[in-house]
T-cell receptor
Framework: TQLLEQSPQFLSIQEGENLTVYCNSSSVFSSLQWYRQEPGEGPVLLVTVVTGGEVKKLKRLTFQFGDARKDSSLHITAAQPGDTGLYLCAGAQGGGSNYKLTFGKGTLLTVNP | GAGVSQSPRYKVTKRGQDVALRCDPISGHVSLYWYRQALGQGPEFLTYFNYEAQQDKSGLPNDRFSAERPEGSISTLTIQRTEQRDSAMYRC???????????????FGPGTRLTVT
């Protein structure tokens, strides 16, 4: 069973601060996705990283895939209250099973105004 | 366009009853997925369809759980003889398709909150 560990589990910060959340595994994934989920809604895809060492930027969000494709990080610069939500990472197994996503438990981020 | 829809949004049932949860995917999406999400956890894979074919049901907890997608569009997840431990949010997702080398974006529905009393 491939497990994804996310840390921290909870994070509460003030508007304007920077933060990093982590997603770690002992297994190799063919790709890794980051989702954001708001209360009462389903997860919404933010980014997919595929290549080891890959860095992708989405406005104030920077995503990095580890060289060995076992871990990933999400860095938010100058957080805003609108960034509040549950951030989930999900890994795809590859080998014809790219449909099967293994999700971490998530990091619940609260950005206070 | 319309996203993934699920019905009912909330279902309260008594232990031992059967329930059927419906998922209406985005039009044209070939692949459909069912997940279960406990409070404060990430979604847990249950089963996956490509068109009408159930390609993977390895995540279904036991034989009380079944799913179908007879015409390759709407899907139903059925739980027979419900138990309290079945209480959870059940989410459906759909995607354009699947590939051995690329993970297509999965679009999630709002979920059905099932409570078994």
């Amino acid at each position: 069973t491939q497990l994804l560990e996310q840390s921290p589990q909870f994070l509460s910060i003030q508007e304007g601060e920077n933060l990093t959340v982590y997603c770690n595994s002992s297994s190799v994934f063919s790709s890794l996705q980051w989702y954001r989920q708001e209360p009462g809604e389903g997860p919404v895809l933010l980014v997919t990283v595929v290549t080891g060492g890959e860095v992708k930027k989405l406005k104030r969000l920077t995503f990095q895939f580890g060289d060995a494709r076992k871990d990933s990080s999400l860095h938010i610069t100058a957080a805003q209250p609108g960034d509040t939500g549950l951030y989930l990472c999900a890994g795809a197994q590859g080998g014809g099973s790219n449909y099967k996503l293994t999700f971490g438990k998530g990091t619940l981020l609260t950005v206070n105004p | 366009g319309a996203g993934v829809s699920q019905s009912p949004r909330y279902k309260v049932t008594k232990r031992g009853q059967d329930v059927a949860l419906r998922c209406d995917p985005i039009s044209g999406h070939v692949s459909l997925y069912w997940y279960r999400q406990a409070l404060g956890q990430g979604p847990e894979f249950l089963t996956y369809f490509n068109y009408e074919a159930q390609q993977d049901k390895s995540g279904l907890p036991n034989d009380r759980f079944s799913a179908e997608r007879p015409e390759g569009s709407i899907s139903t997840l059925t739980i027979q003889r419900t138990e309290q431990r079945d209480s959870a949010m059940y989410r459906c997702a759909s995607s354009l398709g699947t590939s051995g080398t690329y993970t297509y974006e999965q679009y999630f529905g709002p979920g059905t909150r099932l409570t078994v009393t």
